[in-house]
């Protein structure tokens, strides 16, 4: 295509600054862009960054991080774009057509109609030259729809309204002056910062009034309290929607995270686990204090995982009142809990609405067999997903809360995996269970009776309770995979 042929020759050009980008189609950058970056034209794309026609630059889905070259060259451009100051543009439109026409002449006809279509539509005039409209740097790896969009042969043969709903309006208007916003997906998983995040974050913290760092996904998997502290300090805290914390804490230390977590109003998704408790209870009970009434900050929180959480047991009660917002998603897991912290669970208001109930690995056994019942009754309206494995729930227990299982009208997918339960109570889980139309994934135990005493499966057995449980679901004609 001749805007594709006239764009790599732009490349070729041995003065290709600034000036002359302002006053290039929108069309041709992105696709410049790629051609520059996958050649190490490190010049030409510090001045393409500089005169950037979008919003926002996804940036991530081209560098391999953490490697800091690439990136470097990017930062470079970007000190000079948030130094300058605005001026006028000494490019003349007809430069723009000078470089075209040295490629074009051959094709004067084409070259004719190509200068009428740019100058009617792309080209400004002297006095007011395009603004960079840069106002996102994208370091996620997400964008490879944006680029992918403009690359190629389909790049330079884009139709108006296909531009018009990435590139922004050329307005003259002078746009103020805010901060660039710089998109980067924080994983902390060792014990010190790596090369890219150490000349990032120093990069960063010199231009803190210029420069907000926002982070949607936070993962903390090893790293020390104090270099942890140091990073979220120069994070837009509001924009994080979702953390992960996976490390062996004490409770102590999940406390100093605390205050950072309050600051957090946006969060939706958090999940910790692996939390200890030290035997010193009454210090431990303010930190449990100190960490729960974080929550009443958090107005947007919709899934919550906490794994292992063996400091809530007896006050999980403290957690649930400062919820702010009914949740779609609750796991606790691999971890004990009182009858009583079950019975604030279903009290709670704001597990009215769950989607997803996960309680795998609480020990149930000497619990009161309703309890599970009035649970799954105060959900049953919209669980999809419930997941009870290993929590030693018995033919009582299963039997007492059957009846509301089977109304949970919405449910795709039950566990039950871990639990001994014989061979009769299976056979009324199964015609339980049938009468639910969206169930597509079902996970049962082998019957009690196939295992002897100490746990060894009798292979010959279960080859015949499987064959009585499969008869049972052809009785009841309606397909389903179990596992």
Known sequence: RLLDLAGRHLLRAKHLDVSTLESLPTELFPSLF????????????????????????????LIDLPHVGPLQAMLEALDALLAQKVGSSLFSKWEAVVLLFRFLFVCLFIYIFLTVWILLHHYQSPSSPRRCKLRVLDLRKTGQNFWSMWSGASSYGCSGSRMAAVAEPRS????PSTPLKVF????????????FLTYFLRWVEQRKSSIHLCCKKLKIVSMPMDKIVTVLSMVQLDCIQEVQVSCTWSLSTLATLAPFLGEMSNLQRLHLSHVHVSAFKKQEHDHVVQITSQFRRLGHLRDLHLESPSFLEGCLDQMLRCLRSPLDSLSLTKCRLTESDLT???QSPDISQLKSLDLSGVPMTDFRPELLQVLLEK???????VDLDACGITDSQLEAFLPALSRCSQLRAVSLCGNLLSTAVMEKLLRHTAVLPCLRQERYPAPQETYRPRGVLLEARLARLRAQLLEILRDLGRRRIIW
Not at 36 to 42: I, P, V
Not at 172 to 175: E, L
């Open 172 to 175: 003259m208007t002078r746009q």
């Open 34 to 61: 790629l051609e520059a970056f996958d050649g190490y034209r490190t010049e030409t794309l510090k001045a393409m960054v500089q005169t950037w026609p979008f919003v926002r630059l996804p940036l991530g889905a």
């Open 344 to 346: 604030h669970v279903s």
């Open 184 to 195: 980067l997906d924080l994983c902390l998983k060792k014990r010190t910062l790596d090369n």
């Open 379 to 385: 959900v049953a309206a919209t669980l999809q997903e």
